[in-house]
């Protein structure tokens, strides 16, 4: 039940994964909704529209944005300007939807389509190259919503590649381990005679 209320409140939520509302994502934010943790109104992106959907579905009253977290904004884009780009890929990592194309010591670019606005590659590029730009076109309801969905899915896809990774770079490290115990195994052996 907990978790179908969750769900309600996550497919509300913009998808952006900016972790402006202090949670790691929408998905968390929307848990911690669904079990009295959090308040409605912590999520600038999705804006007073967002907040409406939630205090409805709950059936509380609206409240507005707490603008501790931000405010409501237009929907801005990440771009690269790549004659500055040193390839240090810091951006990719920081992308949650993997928005960016690009490898080590080559230029990055942003794929426009599938950047949510999160801002999160901002910080990191060591050269500051990254900068928000205002989309000059608004989305109806129903591509913001299709562009919602196919950010969640991207970003669940990427939290997937990434334990993948963490799995077999520790099961690597085993390998190693392992490796260095079979040395010095024979080693001990050869010791013996
Ligand atoms: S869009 Fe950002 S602020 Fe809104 S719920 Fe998702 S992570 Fe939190
Ligand atoms: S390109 Fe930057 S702003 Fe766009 S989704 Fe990725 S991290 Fe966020
Ligand atoms: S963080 Fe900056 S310098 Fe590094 S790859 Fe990304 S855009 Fe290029």
């Known amino acids: 039940m907990q978790n179908?209320?969750?769900?309600?409140?996550?497919?509300?939520?913009?998808?952006?994964?900016?972790?402006?509302?202090?949670?790691?994502?929408?998905?968390?934010y929307a848990e911690a909704i669904s079990e009295g943790k959090a308040d409605i109104n912590q999520c600038p992106p999705g804006g007073k529209s967002g907040i409406l959907k939630i205090a409805k579905l709950l059936k509380?009253?609206?409240?507005?944005?707490?603008?501790?977290?931000?405010?409501?904004?237009?929907?801005?884009?990440?771009?690269?300007?790549?004659d500055k780009c040193i390839g240090c890929t810091l951006c990719i990592l920081a992308c949650p939807v993997?928005?960016?194309?690009?490898?080590?010591?080559?230029?990055?670019?942003?794929?426009?389509?599938?950047?949510?606005?999160?801002?999160?590659c901002i910080a990191p590029c060591p050269v500051d190259c990254i900068k928000m730009i205002p989309l000059d076109f608004e989305d109806d309801e129903i591509t913001k919503r299709k562009k919602s969905d196919l950010a969640r899915k991207r970003y669940e896809f990427k939290k997937q590649r990434m334990i993948r990774d963490k799995n077999k770079?520790?099961?690597?490290?085993?390998?190693?381990?392992?490796?260095?115990?079979?040395i010095a195994n024979a080693m001990a052996r050869i010791k013996k005679g």
Not at 66 to 80: F, V
Not at 107 to 117: D, F, L
Not at 169 to 182: M, P
């Open 60 to 82: 509380v009253d609206y409240k507005p944005l707490n603008e501790r977290y931000g405010i409501e904004k237009p929907k801005e884009i990440a771009i690269i300007e790549e």
């Open 4 to 28: 179908n209320l969750k769900e309600k409140i996550n497919s509300i939520l913009p998808q952006t994964q900016c972790g402006k509302c202090e949670f790691s994502g929408c998905e968390p």
């Open 98 to 120: 993997d928005a960016i194309l690009g490898a080590s010591k080559n230029m990055h670019t942003v794929i426009t389509e599938e950047c949510t606005g999160c801002e999160l």
């Open 169 to 182: 770079a520790k099961a690597n490290r085993v390998t190693s381990e392992e490796k260095k115990q079979a």
